[in-house]
């Protein structure tokens, strides 16, 4: 029963989101403008201060950009069902409310990861190469534990709330940050020592090192730890989500 009350709720965040084409241009556009406009416009300027090809240092992050937006606005579709009785129906079907959660973060997940390898994809075509076959088949491993981890982050933050605004004004407030600060654009080793602490408290930089490692043939932290931040902070999303969504009210 709770297995498949997770692949019903996986089945439906999948096809919801499928089912829209224009969702999935309208993310697109976001990635893209970062490629062309940072990849090639201080493609030059990196070049010269030694640090190779931009482009392909932007890329992990531009992949995990994508990953971290479309899986942290996963959750509205929580208050959105909740405006519209669509969840009384789910949290009152005999299964635990950890499986819906779970369901509901894993097909959030599948969804972002199926949007990071569309991106994936569309730099390959723009001339970007993995380091290896099997680089690139670890990196998918490491872009789903990422979408995992903001997939869930986003159901316990939805979990909480009952207003639109004040979901997407949250999401903004704790998007820009975790992205602009993961390394995802700028070397962490290069940065202060202030924003350099900074960054590694932010559970993104461990992701996109991982697939940079995986991808480009280099990265900061090591996969050990990277793994390590990763599982961990899953672990601790769906422990503090289990506790959250056993306590909402209908």
Do not use: C
Not at 21 to 31: A, E, H
Not at 69 to 91: A, P
């Amino acid at each position: 029963m709770e297995m498949s009350a997770v692949y019903v709720m996986w089945l439906r965040e999948v096809k919801r989101f499928t089912r829209s084409r224009s969702r999935i241009v309208g993310s697109l556009s976001q990635p893209l403008l970062f490629l062309v406009a940072l990849g090639y416009g201080l493609g030059p300027i990196f070049r010269r201060a030694g640090q190779g090809d931009y482009f392909a240092f932007i890329v992990p992050g531009v992949i995990s950009m994508s990953i971290l937006f479309v899986s942290l606005f996963n959750g509205m579709q929580i208050i959105w069902d909740r405006q519209f009785g669509f969840l009384k129906e789910t949290l009152v079907a005999p299964v635990s409310r950890l499986a819906i959660m779970g369901g509901r973060a894993l097909g959030g997940a599948t969804v972002a990861m199926m949007q990071g390898t569309l991106v994936l994809v569309i730099t390959m075509i723009a001339g970007f190469r993995p380091v290896s076959l099997t680089g690139m088949a670890l990196g998918l491993v490491v872009m789903f534990f990422t979408a995992l981890l903001f997939s869930a982050l986003s159901m316990v933050i939805a979990s909480r709330l009952r207003d639109m605004q004040g979901f997407q004004l949250i999401i903004n407030f704790l998007g820009m940050p975790l992205f602009f600060l993961s390394g995802a654009l700028f070397p962490i080793a290069h940065r202060s020592q202030g924003l350099g602490l900074v960054a590694r408290f932010d559970p993104l930089s461990y992701g996109v090192d991982a697939l940079r490692i995986f991808l480009v043939g280099h990265g900061v932290f090591g996969l050990t730890l990277d793994f390590t931040v990763l599982a961990g902070a899953i672990v601790a999303i769906f422990t503090l989500g289990a506790r959250f969504f056993s306590r909402m009210e209908i």
